[in-house]
């Protein structure tokens, strides 16, 4: 079996898809566990890595695979458990937690994805030899690693300005920030052999048609009857198109007409078109609501654990509701260190600059309140929103999906060089 095959079950086995029955194959007890590989301050055990051999084994034959050798899924996946071992290590010292309320959020996704309800998936689990609690730990496991790897490798991406205005301008660029149009299309044939008195009883047709339609013609009706195009017996429905992959003369026709108009007739060279556009989604205009918002961020540590940072902000929060000023409390008790010389002054929302979490209970506080302390990645907050305003931002809605998307694409190589540069750099051994 080839290498990238069993590679590819291995991730599979670990993205989260614990409703397959194949992954669900119970490990047979061990008498005697053992350390076989301390990792940092980790250790992996023998009961673990035999667990995941057998569940993998299970997968590859549901799928009709060909199994490797013993010997190379163990190397292949201890060496999985090693790298899973030291991202978990990571999101232990910067503080990555899940609450119960994220797992209780994933398990009714899963439940929603595979048709099931809560007895259901229970006996599901029960079917397979598996424990809710289980469940809930490996999924623990694996927000914990997506965490992790999303902001450690997401720092070592950056996109410049520059990049962005090169994509744009090229055509994939004019491609992907175009706007959608739903169209409908008659059109009246001329041959490229025409003579000017065929030519001029087309055009003649067309101006028929056009002025049928802006007496209140149905248009689809006119289309079925008298378009030469290839989709008049839809109606002549075009369905959503980009403007950049239609005719320039299509595109610069439809750009000055709103929703439920028709163009004039169009000649081009294949004969008279006429268009309607029946909706129009994306590009133009955008007015997106800001929020200017500030806050105090508390990290959990060694000496500060998770339910004490949110009870400090908890007596953070009574302070300013009894008086004390948001912003002097913000220098004196943030642990944001872009923000806290500032009061906590975050500036003006823009689309994609919070994580969810921060964004969520943004959009939920009202002008003037203060938010109750919610957890992010980062550690645990309070928020006051103090203006919102709704603000025209294409320009910056464009650009910023430009930017995902080129960080999308470097995202899985350079996942790749930073699991191989923390491989390197951890102490490994292992044991025979």
Known sequence: MKKQTMLKAIKTLTAGALLSASLFTQAQTIALDKVIAVVDDDVVMASELHQRMSMLATQLQANNTELPPPEVMQQQLLEHLIVESLQLQIGQRVGVTITDAELDQAIDRMKKANKLNHEQFIAKLKQDRLTLNSVREQIRRDMIIEQVQRGSVNRRIKISEQEIDNFLRSKEGELFSSPDYNLGHIFVGVASSASKDEITQAENKASYLHEQLQAGADFRQLAVANSNGQNALKGGDLGWRKSAQMPEIFADAIADISKGEITEPLRSGAGFHILKLYDKRGGGLQMIEQSKVRHILVKPSTILSDEEARQELVDIRQQIIDGEDFGEMAREHSEDVGSMLSGGDLGWSLPGKFVPAFEAAMDSTDVGDISEPFRSQFGW???????????????????????????????????INWLREIRDEAYVDIKG
């Open 381 to 415: 907050h309070i928020l006051q929103v103090e203006e919102r305003r709704q603000q025209d931002m294409s320009d910056t809605v464009k650009r910023n999906q430009a930017r995902n998307l080129l960080r999308g694409r470097r995202f899985e190589e350079e996942r």
